[in-house]
T-cell receptor, first 112, second 114 residues
Framework: DAKTTQPNSMESNEEEPVHLPCNHS???????IHWYRQLPSQGPEYVIH???SNVNNRMASLAIAEDRKSSTLILHRATLRDAAVYYC?????????????FGRGTQLTVWP | DVKVTQSSRYLVKRTGEKVFLECVQD?????MFWYRQDPGLGLRLIYF???????EKGDIPEGYSVSREKKERFSLILESASTNQTSMYLC?????????????FGEGSRLTVL
C-alpha cells in the first residue's frame, strides 16, 4: 500500500484559500487519491477523489501533480466549519473492496 | 438522506463483559467496515465485510469478532471486554465500485471499559 506524508497541522484565516499538501511518492499507477475530513466529534466524511486530472466539486478542488507523486487539496475560502482533520488516502482502482487506510492526517485550524 | 446508524453513542462496560456494537446502513451497500480511533493513532481497521456472511480481518482484529447475517447490518463483538478496548468505534459502508466507493461513516460509539 502506498504511504502518504502530510503535515501534522496547518492554520488559516477565515475566507482565505487553504492548500493542504500530500506526498504519495510510492503511489501505483492504478491508485485513486481520496481525501476525507473529520470534524470534531464526528465520523470522517468524503471530500473528493481523483486519478490524474484535477477535480472540482462543491466542497473543494484537488490538484494532482503530473507525476502523481503529490497532490493538493484546495479549499477556496476557508470557513470556521472547515476546521477538521484532513486525510489523504490512496485507493487501488482495481479493488472494489473499498478498504481505505487512514493515516494521522492534517489538523486544520481556521481563525476568525 | 443516506445513513449509517450505530446503535449506541456511549457505552460503559466492565472488564470481561461481552459487548455488541451494532451498525445499520440504509443504502444497500455491499461493503461495511469497523474502525477504532484512538488519540495519536488515527483510524485503524478492525474488520470489514464485502458481502453477507463474508468477513475479512483488518489491521487489528485481535479481541474482536464480527457478524453480517443481513446486508444492511454489521455487528462488532467484543467477546470479553478489556480496558485496552476503551476507544471510539466507527462503522462505515460503501458501494463495491472500482477504486473504492465513497465511505459513509456513522457518528461513532464511544466505549469505556472499566
Amino acid at each position: 500500500d502506498a504511504k502518504t506524508t502530510q503535515p501534522n497541522s496547518m492554520e488559516s484565516n477565515e475566507e482565505e484559500p487553504v492548500h493542504l499538501p500530500c506526498n504519495h511518492s510510492t503511489i501505483s499507477g492504478t491508485d485513486y487519491i481520496h481525501w476525507y475530513r473529520q470534524l470534531p466529534s464526528q465520523g470522517p466524511e468524503y471530500v473528493i477523489h481523483g486519478l490524474t486530472s484535477n477535480v472540482n466539486n462543491r466542497m473543494a478542488s484537488l490538484a494532482i501533480a503530473e507525476d502523481r507523486k503529490s497532490s493538493t487539496l484546495i479549499l477556496h475560502r476557508a470557513t470556521l466549519r472547515d476546521a477538521a482533520v484532513y486525510y489523504c488516502i490512496p485507493a487501488d482502482r482495481g479493488s472494489t473492496l473499498g478498504r481505505l487506510y487512514f493515516g494521522r492526517g492534517t489538523q486544520l485550524t481556521v481563525w476568525p | 438522506d443516506v445513513k449509517v446508524t450505530q446503535s449506541s453513542r456511549y457505552l460503559v462496560k466492565r472488564t470481561g463483559e461481552k459487548v455488541f456494537l451494532e451498525c445499520v446502513q440504509d443504502m444497500d451497500h455491499e461493503n461495511m467496515f469497523w474502525y477504532r480511533q484512538d488519540p495519536g493513532l488515527g483510524l485503524r481497521l478492525i474488520y470489514f465485510s464485502y458481502d453477507v456472511k463474508m468477513k475479512e480481518k483488518g489491521d487489528i482484529p485481535e479481541g474482536y469478532s464480527v457478524s453480517r447475517e443481513k446486508k444492511e447490518r454489521f455487528s462488532l463483538i467484543l467477546e470479553s471486554a478489556s480496558t485496552n478496548q476503551t476507544s471510539m468505534y466507527l462503522c462505515a459502508s460503501s458501494l463495491a465500485s472500482a477504486g473504492g466507493g465513497e465511505l459513509f461513516f456513522g457518528e461513532g460509539s464511544r466505549l469505556t471499559v472499566l
